[in-house]
């Protein structure tokens, strides 16, 4: 109770300092993280120290894959990429579906992780079953010929383990890589990225397609080498926007999409909006893998869990809202001492309810919620700031609840 007061007055007190402008923001923004959460009325409510938790359910299954993004690409440390080399070794080994690295240009946040077909073809050697994943490849800034032989190099290293995530690109400075006019690639970036996919895959069959020459005039190339896989496994990546739902389920793909800046209502009703258009487009709705990334690390006691997590995941969060660059946010009025309340108070949200953090028994209730929204893949993205040793520790209670929506209860 004497810490609820001392925080509470703390609250108060940096409150106080807002402007009204600053107020109003923080205030909407409380009354938002407030109203996801809270249940509907007339709903009961259990109470005690299990509110909230569920058990897995018989017939919930899910698949897990392990996700990388946050690596600092300006630290200097050797071995930067033991951590991923010795996590694909686990995962592989127990059984996880696929490992996935993304692409990321000229920010710290990610840095790591500038080409994911590069990282791929090193963990492609080090693997025997796992599927070895882009997530994602920013379709616009290459040339579809490329993104071909590219991959195709690590299907063959891997023996036919690769699939990538088709993403538009998000920040105007990465187009200074795209092929052409880069001013107009980022303008029409998902038409290009939908147009561009579905060359990719005519040139994986072996297809010969024409392309712009130097004199203007159309080349006509085909591929090499050739891939194991007759056909190259396709997500595509959308954090917000219904309609990349939709189009991603037109064009027959898989869909990755995550948490972090949306309402679980908001995904049970893209999720939707997907299978319908897998639907009319003539596919299986129910053949399209969802997956959702989230920020994952498990261990065996849940008030150690959060402690482990609290100031890494602050600061990724901090990151992500900086990102956004935009007053909208409400994050760019606050000075720093109001950010860190408004951090704090979006932490303990994020840590109940829209990440995979705690032990292996409170991570079947989030899970649960995830089999709710229709989702089939849990992305387990690990690298966001905890210590590598702690990383790869957590790896084996995440093992423990991989295994429970693998099996029938009791045999896992």
């Given at each position: 109770?004497?810490?609820?007061?001392?925080?509470?007055?703390?609250?108060?007190?940096?409150?106080?300092?807002?402007?009204?402008?600053?107020?109003?923001?923080?205030?909407?923004?409380?009354?938002?993280?407030?109203?996801?959460?809270?249940?509907?009325?007339?709903?009961?409510?259990?109470?005690?120290?299990?509110?909230?938790?569920?058990?897995?359910?018989?017939?919930?299954?899910?698949?897990?894959?392990?996700?990388?993004?946050?690596?600092?690409?300006?630290?200097?440390?050797?071995?930067?990429?033991?951590?991923?080399?010795?996590?694909?070794?686990?995962?592989?080994?127990?059984?996880?579906?696929?490992?996935?690295?993304?692409?990321?240009?000229?920010?710290?946040?990610?840095?790591?992780?500038?080409?994911?077909?590069?990282?791929?073809?090193?963990?492609?050697?080090?693997?025997?079953?796992?599927?070895?994943?882009?997530?994602?490849?920013a379709l616009p800034l290459h040339h579809p010929a490329r993104i071909?032989?590219?991959?195709s190099v690590v299907d063959n290293l891997s023996r036919g383990r690769?699939?990538?995530?088709?993403?538009?690109?998000?920040?105007?400075?990465?187009?200074?890589?795209?092929?052409?006019?880069?001013?107009?690639?980022?303008?029409?970036?998902?038409?290009?990225?939908?147009?561009?996919?579905?060359?990719?895959?005519?040139?994986?069959?072996?297809?010969?397609?024409?392309?712009?020459?130097?004199?203007?005039?159309?080349?006509?190339?085909?591929?090499?080498?050739?891939?194991?896989?007759?056909?190259?496994?396709?997500?595509?990546?959308?954090?917000?926007?219904?309609?990349?739902?939709?189009?991603?389920?037109?064009?027959?793909?898989?869909?990755?999409?995550?948490?972090?800046?949306?309402?679980?209502?908001?995904?049970?009703?893209?999720?939707?909006?997907?299978?319908?258009?897998?639907?009319?487009?003539?596919?299986?709705?129910?053949?399209?893998?969802?997956?959702?990334?989230?920020?994952?690390?498990?261990?065996?006691?849940?008030?150690?869990?959060?402690?482990?997590?609290?100031?890494?995941?602050?600061?990724?969060?901090?990151?992500?809202?900086?990102?956004?660059?935009?007053?909208?946010?409400?994050?760019?009025?606050?000075?720093?001492?109001?950010?860190?309340?408004?951090?704090?108070?979006?932490?303990d949200r994020y840590f109940d309810h829209l990440a995979l953090l705690?032990?292996?028994?409170?991570?079947?209730?989030?899970?649960?919620?995830?089999?709710?929204?229709?989702?089939?893949?849990?992305?387990?993205?690990?690298?966001?700031?905890?210590?590598?040793?702690?990383?790869?520790?957590?790896?084996?209670?995440?093992?423990?609840?991989?295994?429970?929506?693998?099996?029938?209860?009791?045999?896992?």
């Amino acid at each position: 109770m004497a810490e609820e007061i001392a925080v509470d007055t703390a609250l108060r007190q940096r409150l106080a300092t807002l402007t009204p402008q600053q107020r109003a923001v923080f205030e909407r923004r409380r009354r938002e993280r407030a109203a996801a959460v809270e249940p509907e009325p007339g709903t009961p409510q259990p109470t005690g120290p299990t509110v909230g938790r569920r058990r897995r359910r018989p017939d919930s299954t899910m698949e897990f894959s392990v996700f990388f993004f946050s690596g600092d690409g300006s630290s200097v440390e050797e071995n930067r990429y033991d951590l991923l080399l010795e996590c694909a070794r686990i995962a592989d080994r127990a059984g996880f579906a696929g490992i996935w690295v993304p692409e990321r240009h000229f920010v710290d946040f990610g840095g790591l992780y500038p080409n994911p077909s590069v990282l791929a073809a090193a963990l492609a050697v080090v693997t025997e079953r796992i599927q070895i994943r882009a997530g994602s490849v920013a379709l616009p800034l290459h040339h579809p010929a490329r993104i071909a032989e590219e991959w195709s190099v690590v299907d063959n290293l891997s023996r036919g383990r690769v699939a990538i995530s088709a993403a538009s690109g998000w920040h105007p400075d990465d187009f200074v890589l795209a092929p052409g006019d880069g001013a107009q690639t980022y303008r029409d970036r998902k038409a290009v990225m939908f147009d561009r996919l579905a060359t990719v895959q005519r040139l994986w069959a072996g297809e010969t397609v024409e392309v712009p020459g130097v004199t203007g005039t159309p080349t006509a190339v085909r591929t090499l080498p050739r891939p194991i896989q007759p056909r190259l496994p396709v997500w595509v990546s959308s954090q917000g926007s219904t309609d990349t739902f939709v189009q991603a389920g037109r064009a027959g793909a898989n869909l990755l999409t995550g948490l972090v800046a949306q309402q679980p209502e908001q995904v049970r009703t893209k999720i939707a909006a997907y299978r319908k258009a897998r639907a009319d487009a003539g596919y299986d709705p129910e053949t399209g893998v969802v997956t959702a990334m989230v920020h994952t690390f498990l261990g065996s006691d849940l008030d150690e869990v959060r402690e482990v997590v609290r100031r890494p995941l602050i600061d990724y969060l901090g990151t992500f809202l900086r990102q956004q660059d935009s007053t909208d946010s409400g994050y760019a009025v606050l000075s720093e001492a109001e950010r860190e309340v408004m951090l704090s108070a979006t932490f303990d949200r994020y840590f109940d309810h829209l990440a995979l953090l705690g032990t292996a028994e409170t991570g079947e209730s989030f899970v649960e919620d995830l089999v709710d929204l229709d989702v089939d893949e849990v992305a387990c993205l690990v690298d966001f700031g905890v210590a590598p040793d702690l990383v790869i520790e957590g790896l084996t209670h995440l093992t423990e609840l991989k295994n429970r929506y693998q099996h029938p209860r009791g045999t896992a």
